[in-house]
């Protein structure tokens, strides 16, 4: 009879923009940050946690984002258009989740204790393979 693995618990973190139009909850499993370094991510600073669809609920303030796009325009870039952050948005490495910003995440005592990984976004299409 095969092993059955446990399943890692879920952490669930509440998180929004800067001046609060956008709330979400997001439910992590084993989080770590992808720090990227491609254009766009670097001027941002954003801190990356990849999750599924599912994973983030966000409770208020859709109707209060904007989107971004370029290059491919596969990522959608989502920001407050209220106060300009970046809580999160559809990634092009995972187009079928979410990155949520790290940054954007009430508990950043939490935040601190996660393990980082750098992304060379740089040259996304030679490393694309390390984050998915």
Known sequence: ???????????????????????FTVHLH???IIDCNCSICEMKGFAHLIVERDAL???HGLEQLTEY????????HTFCRICGIHPFYVPRSHPH???????CLDDQAFVATLPRRPFDGRNWTSNIDTIR
């Open 1 to 23: 009879m095969p092993k059955s693995t446990p399943k890692t618990p879920t952490l669930s973190v509440t998180g929004g923009c800067h001046c609060r139009a956008i709330r």
């Open 30 to 32: 084993a989080p770590s």
């Open 57 to 59: 609920d966000v409770h």
């Open 69 to 76: 796009r370029f290059h491919t325009r596969t990522a959608q």
């Open 97 to 103: 989740g979410y990155s949520v910003n790290a940054a």
